[in-house]
């Protein structure tokens, strides 16, 4: 029951970044809290967050052996990576995509997804509480394919 939470380019600044639109919390914060729930879910997480594509797609490669789902907040790179796309693609557990943010109530150019072709499920708008609803989720198929 491993899932990995992978946050791509500039969710390093969580919390100082454009707090109206991403709040106050930073990502030690989300660390923390989907930490505390994964103990809850009796999930293992691998927690990581990377401002280079190249280290988001080994990461995914990696999961590939291990684990059974993947979370991801791909940042910016969720409107031009196909290459993070196609290593999805190759990982055959459950993807769940996380904004923080609204990205439909925003610029044009956030509105197309490259991840969402693969993805399972799509959170967004639901603040860093986002993460952890996915999280719930993925436990939830987990549980479900055991069944
Ligand atoms: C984001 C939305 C993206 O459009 C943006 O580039 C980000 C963060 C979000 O969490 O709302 O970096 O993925």
């Known amino acids: ?13 969580l919390g100082k970044r454009q707090p109206h639109i991403y ?13 505390a729930l994964a103990a809850e879910l009796g ?3 691998r927690f990581h967050q990377s401002n280079r594509e190249y280290e988001l797609i080994d990461w995914i490669h990696e999961a ?15 409107h031009t990576s196909v290459a993070i796309l196609d290593a999805l693609n190759a990982f055959d557990g ?10 439909h109530k925003r610029e044009e150019f956030r509105h197309h997804s490259f991840v969402s072709k693969r993805a399972d499920g799509v959170m ?3 603040g860093t509480q986002g993460y ?5 989720r993925v436990a939830r198929l987990l549980d479900d394919s055991k069944a």
Do not use: K, W
């Open 132 to 136: 952890q609803l996915a999280l719930r």
């Open 23 to 35: 709040g106050h919390e930073t990502l030690t914060d989300v660390e923390r809290d989907c930490r």
């Open 94 to 103: 459950t993807v769940i995509e996380v904004h923080i943010s609204n990205v």
């Open 43 to 45: 999930l293992e997480i």
């Open 64 to 78: 590939r052996e291990t684990a059974g789902g993947i979370v991801i907040n791909p940042g910016a790179f969720t």
């Open 1 to 13: 029951r491993l899932v990995y939470v992978l946050n791509g380019p500039n969710l390093n600044l």
């Open 124 to 126: 967004a708008g639901f």
